[in-house]
């Protein structure tokens, strides 16, 4: 998927390592652009679930200062968030919001503190009459599918042990859960079969390597099948069921770079490879169907591409439209049940997350939600642009730069370098009101997607694993490097920002290359690989070792890649975030790295928040954060 490098761009790279570039001319001044209070009051619009017949809509909203579920009658103009009705007031986050497919019902989950042991609820169409239907706030509950018919509910939950997810049906309404599939390791319920009487699920073994299972729900209930019995790494992923309730659509990479479409029998296990009925140098990365329509979201250079599909014959999908939405990333599609639309959400880098309607089959697009911008102007945000970067062995690293507008002659601005989580994600051009925010006041923002990233195939995703972890730190030196060589940027004003893993790649960063960084920030990351492993929840713990390798038989290579052994090299001053009930990555690993630079006098300012998790989703909190994040970065990097 990578192009070739110019000329131009190599003889940059070529006399980056030569020379280092003058001292700027022309002073750097901070921008004006819009308030990061402007930028984070900025309201969205995500994770449609549209009624049957798609007249209304229920999607998850941040207006009230966390994720709050809402729902609106769709109209033929975007309806304001005026006239949106919410439709829980509670204080902690909600998670998803889903209609049944016969309308009876709204299907809700939330969690306490950001601990993500959701927790599962039902209520009308209205928010009324809300119901606990998982009453252990103990255990994590992962909601899967709902019935054709809108009877049954499937999910998973580590009930019976902490970290292993089971799966349960219950009906709908009033009824006891029952226990359908048991076995250690981490399961997902994805979709009824037509007929209500199957279920597929998914058991993922890492983020790369996962199985299909087709269980019976009749009492006494027949053996499981597991659907695609293989050797090594394969992926998949979204299986559904075709009409006929005797096939399965599947996106994997089997025997492939890229996650394309393949048919399964429901009936019995694969001999060999699947058979792929669509296929591309691109990800298919989400999928949804209603009657005869598919809806597949393709992953371009880091946008996200819709298509249509008649797929009638599931043998043969035949592409009927590509919907005209505006360039940016979808995150969710639905269908209404009839078939008559689908519904997705869209965030572009300049314009925050919005719902959008979808006819079926022509594939006619309208907006569907018109969310409070708090009065930013979108023409004073920033569009990157897509670069190239030729690593130290010679690969090629994608890289999102942002550019302040109205940088004099001359002038060269300070750099956030932005590291994505995961690591198996990818940066896309995304609403971020941080990065747009840092743009606007005159930091140019890089946004690379290291080895190990997903979006370019499987081969690069594999490049940092275990042993190879720290060749993605060298290509963020890379990044760096190739910054120091353009003429907007202060070479000794460069530093690296990121959260979760991309945390990890900022600490790393500096002590793999301390000259090259003059500040940093971590939020919520891995200080430590071993305490991480030992500490993270248990449900975790094996899909994280497959990434980064196990305590038994790799011990000696997390202990050489986790930055808390080389905290001395650290010279850079360094921001730390992390909520207090991170369950991912442990409070922990921020408390250790704080103390270790602390004992060295090293400069370092910490900010826990003890009603958050695994990131900051509280407005209050978020303003506070980034605040104090810019003042910081203003200090040092503005001098």
Known sequence: M??????????????????????????????????????????????????????????????????????????????????????????????????????????????????????????????????????????????????????????????????????????????????????????????????????????ERSNFDQDVFVVGLATPAPAPIRLTPHQGDVRYQHPIFTRDGHRVLVLSDHGREAMNLALLSADTPLAGAPQFVLTDDHDIENIAHARDTLALVFNVDGYSQLRLYDASDPAHPREIARPALPPGVISSVA???????????????????????VE???????????????????????????ERVRSFDGLEVPVFLYTPRGLRPGERAPVVVWVHGGPEAQFTPYFNAVIQFMVGHGYVVAAPNVRGSTGYGKRYSHLDDVERREDSVRDLAEVNRWLRARPEVHPDRIAVLGGSYGGYMVLAALTLNPELWAAGCDIVGIANFRTFLERTASYRRALREAEYGSLARDGAVLDR???????????????????????????????????????????????????????IFRRENRVSAYGALARFFDDVLGR
Do not use: K
Request: charged share 20%; net charge negative.
């Open 360 to 386: 079926s089959p022509s594939g006619a697009v309208s907006v569907v939600t018109a969310a409070d911008h708090a009065g930013l102007d979108a023409n004073a945000l920033v569009e990157p642009t897509l």
């Open 335 to 357: 269908f209404a049940h009839d078939g008559s639309a689908l519904f997705v959400d869209l965030s572009r880098a300049t314009a925050p997350d919005e719902i959008y309607r």
């Open 2 to 203: 990578s192009r070739p490098l110019t000329l131009c761009l190599a003889l940059v790279a070529l006399s980056a390592c030569a020379a280092r570039p003058a001292r700027p001319t022309v002073r750097w001044q901070p921008r004006s652009g819009p308030t990061l209070d402007q930028l984070l009051n900025v309201h969205r619009a995500w994770a449609p679930s549209p009624s049957p017949d798609g007249r209304a809509v229920a999607f998850l909203s941040d207006t009230a200062g966390l994720p709050q579920a809402h729902s609106l009658t769709v109209g033929t103009v975007p309806v304001p968030e005026s006239s949106w009705r919410r439709l829980v007031t509670a204080s902690e986050r909600v998670q998803f919001v889903s209609y049944a497919p016969d309308g009876r019902f709204l299907f809700m989950g939330r969690d306490t503190g950001g601990n993500e042991n959701t927790q599962l609820f039902r209520s009308l169409p209205d928010g009324a009459s809300m119901v606990s239907l998982t009453p252990e706030p103990q255990v994590r509950n992962n909601f899967g599918a709902l019935s054709e018919d809108g009877r049954q509910v499937a999910f998973t939950a580590n009930s019976r042990s902490a970290g292993d997810f089971d799966v349960y049906v219950r009906p709908a309404d009033d009824g006891a859960a029952r226990r359908v599939f048991e076995a250690a390791g981490h399961h997902e319920a994805i979709d009824f079969s037509p007929d209500g009487q199957r279920l597929l699920i998914t058991e």
């Open 561 to 615: 890649v986790s930055p808390i052994h080389r905290v001395d090299r650290i010279r850079a001053p360094l921001f730390v975030i992390h909520g207090a009930n991170d369950p991912r990555v442990p409070v922990g690993e921020a408390e250790q790295i704080v103390a270790a630079l602390r004992a060295r006098n090293q400069r370092v300012e910490y900010l826990r928040f003890e009603n958050e998790g695994h990131g």
